[in-house]
């Protein structure tokens, strides 16, 4: 059996002319948090839309469970809790009188379904205050406990903390990080917020322009994240000869005139600097630097960052 609950093969979907998503393949493993990662407009809500079968695939197929989403369906989405954008609550009731409204809908039959949702995260159960009355951080919170009452085995959540303050921001990591290590779910949450996913998540996928450039866990993704020596010369291009033909060394980045990057952190740098000096070549600066997620993110979607 697959250790992956969710898995998607060239999953595509087109409009028009445009490709929302193109050929993605994801894979996220049972119990754990899986951040899908990429700048708004990236295919991360489209992605979500149609795992849930809101929306259809133009081609590539999609397993949950081990089971075809799109032929069984009826089985599969009972067993799936989500957050698509914001959900449609009643702003004259309150969250108890909300929830009962959807557990109705949904034919949830837990007595204390409503109750439990709301204490998980930290809403108060038949209180009288009023949607319309609610903080966005209440509202988003609102929202993950429609997206549990009915003790799903997956939770999908598409930007829980987009918007949120820092303390909203908190509540909303701390109820995730609850939901998936003491309570067993998988949990796909998408984001533009770097920093976030990278406290939340076992694993990440990086989606640019509907492409899924990178996955793997955040431990690999970190240690793909290292440290490089950097060196400003007078002449990079003749550098760069130098370190090729002296210690075979390609795995090196030049940039601008006078900039190179090297990742061979084997090499040590009193070798490299007498080398260059040696063959005529300035050194005006030598040293170890390590990338933030962020320089991480730029390099592999060719572009700028995000938050």
Known sequence: ?????????????????QRSVSNLNIHVRKGKIYGLLGRNGAGKTTTMKMLLNLVQPTSGTIHIFGRDAQL???????RIGSMIE?????????????????AKLRGIPRINAIKEALELVNLPYKDKKLYSQYSLGMKQRLAIALAVMHDPEILILDEPINGLDPIGIAEIRKFIEDLSKNRGKTILISSHILSEIA????????????????????????????????LKVSDNAQAARILSVNYGESDFKVSGNQDINMYDLTIPIPDI?????????????????????????????????IA
């Open 199 to 230: 406290v939340l998540a076992d694993d990440i996928g990086i989606i640019d322009k509907g492409v899924l450039v990178e996955e793997g866990s955040m431990k690999a993704l970190e240690e793909k994240n290292g440290k490089y020596i950097h």
């Open 86 to 102: 914001s959900p449609g609550f009643y702003p004259n009731l309150t969250a108890t009188e909300n929830l009962k409204i959807f």
């Open 1 to 17: 059996m697959s250790q992956f609950v969710i898995e998607t093969h060239n999953l595509t979907k087109v409009y028009g002319e």
């Open 273 to 305: 600097i007498r080398s260059l000096v040696e063959e005529g070549v300035d050194i005006f600066e030598a040293h170890l630097c390590e990338d933030t997620l962020e320089d991480y993110f730029k390099k592999v979607t060719g572009g700028e960052g």
């Open 72 to 78: 069984e369906e009826k089985k599969i989405l009972p």
